[in-house]
């Protein structure tokens, strides 16, 4: 049975009642749905809170999915939507550890060497400095490997807006991880 048919039989059981059918649905997205609404709410915490309302939507909702689309794609279209619209109810605002001083700051057993744990922080940070969109559209496309006609179909935004949030949301990237690391995002890079 391939993911799209597994997925369908969870949620025709979920839509009879079968509440454990619900929770293997929430359980295979909730770590990307969580990771795209960071990308716009920005506070891990409150992040928390608005994917949790966006679950209760998709569960309320269940009924409407069609199967036209792969129910991924249903799925975080509303967990987009539900982080855009708390976004603008709400005005969350970053608060981003600065990581360019702990970066600097020497490690005498491994002094030029990034740690794989540090380039997944810088990143993170990096994606935290992009504007939502951006951020929202980088996560998509390079992470979870949407092509932009799947993106498009999770975001709403045309084709064209898409390729600009790339654009510029690869250009921002550079530039803030360029602040972070200085001459050292080579490592990176």
């Not at 994917?51 to 409407?64: E, G, I, P, T």
């Not at 935290?128 to 980088?138: G, H, I, M, N, Y």
Request: hydrophobic share 40%.
């Amino acid at each position: 049975m391939n993911k799209s048919s597994s997925d369908i039989e969870l949620v025709k059981k979920a839509i009879e009642g079968d509440a454990s059918a619900f929770r293997q649905l929430v359980e295979e997205y909730k770590d990307v749905s969580l990771s795209l609404t960071c990308s716009i709410i920005k506070d891990y915490d409150a992040a928390q809170d608005v994917l949790q309302d966006a679950f209760v939507k998709v569960y309320n909702k269940l009924h409407q999915f069609s199967g036209k689309a792969a129910f991924s794609t249903w799925l975080y279209r509303i967990v987009v939507n539900t982080a855009f619209s708390a976004l603008r109810k709400h005005q969350y605002f970053t608060q981003i550890e600065e990581v360019d001083e702990i970066y600097h700051q020497p490690d005498s057993k491994e002094d030029n060497f990034m740690k794989a744990a540090d380039q997944e922080k810088f990143v993170k940070v990096a994606l935290d400095r992009l504007k939502p969109e951006e951020a929202l559209v980088l996560r998509l496309y390079y992470l979870c490997e949407f092509s932009i006609a799947e993106t498009k179909k999770v975001t709403g935004f045309s084709e064209s807006k898409i390729k600009v949030n790339l654009h510029r949301g690869r250009k921002n990237m550079h530039e803030q991880l360029t602040r972070i690391l200085g001459e050292d995002i080579k490592q990176l890079l």
